[in-house]
């Protein structure tokens, strides 16, 4: 009998839980930058083998909300903890505990779900310094396991499946052996678009920043999409824009052949810019850009 089952992946932002599951679907599902808070939505990617299934769940980084699309953003990640069989806990290799670690801690002794630390990153310390890392998470909450990893890299991914499969329910598949993630072509699609923006922008454009697709219209060798770039600003909207669109050129030059392998046709992709102020406190709009505040209640 194979194994099936759910694994949640969380964290503080920034700590590479999209780039471990990126790494081990073997497929760019969920986005990345080096801005913390990339993750807005809950996202489950598929990984089939002799062993089973795992789910994964990719969640937005624990943080201090500031706005109401960061409490959907945090309740989302802390809803998943009482929802899977197994919970990934990323940490970076310090051994200063923050604050920040020392809150999830206390969300994490609520629950009697497995869960294993990944000190991931381990590539930027030497091997000597991880003991000491380990030594200074072991005592706070009852780990069923401790695995040091580089998402990046590929480092220990093998042993950090093994011990997930060993957590894991004996069942059938949830999902064909050929599923990747449940996350719709557009809705993919939108992420991508995002996080160009937030790689090519830096630190000029804050993230009040979202993406929707308008539309996708399929011909026989070409998909025809059209997207807009929502903006909090009417000063963001121009340096989005950039003199004569050089920025929204880049932009949409970048973002063209990851959708093109995502939908595996040639793409003509437009992208527009509109100002919505404060989107981000604002419900329906939320909505609209695909965070249903509902889903973090």
Known sequence: MT?????????????????????????KIAITSRKPQTTRNRIQTVYTCDQGQIVFVDTPGIHKARNRLGDYMVNVAQKTLSEVDVILWLVEPEPHIGAGELAIVEKLKQTKTPKILVINKVDKVKKTEIPAVIDSYRGLVDFADIVPVSAKHGTNIDTLLSCIFSYLPEGEYFYDEDTVTDQPVRQITAELIREKVL????????HGVAVSVDSMQY??????IDATIVCEKDSHKGMIIGKGGSMLKKIGTAARPEIEDLVGMHVNLKLWVKVKKDWR???????????????GR
Not at 219 to 224: L, S
Not at 281 to 295: A, Q, R, T, V
Request: hydrophobic residues 35%.
């Open 219 to 224: 011909r026989e060798k070409i998909v025809d």
């Open 281 to 295: 406190d604002s419900d329906i709009l939320m909505k609209n850009f695909g965070y249903d505040p509902k889903e």
């Open 3 to 27: 194994k099936s089952g759910f694994a949640t992946l969380i964290g503080r932002p920034n700590v590479g839980k999209s780039t471990l599951m990126n790494h081990i679907i073997g497929q």
């Open 199 to 206: 790689r090519l922008m830096g630190e000029e454009i804050p």
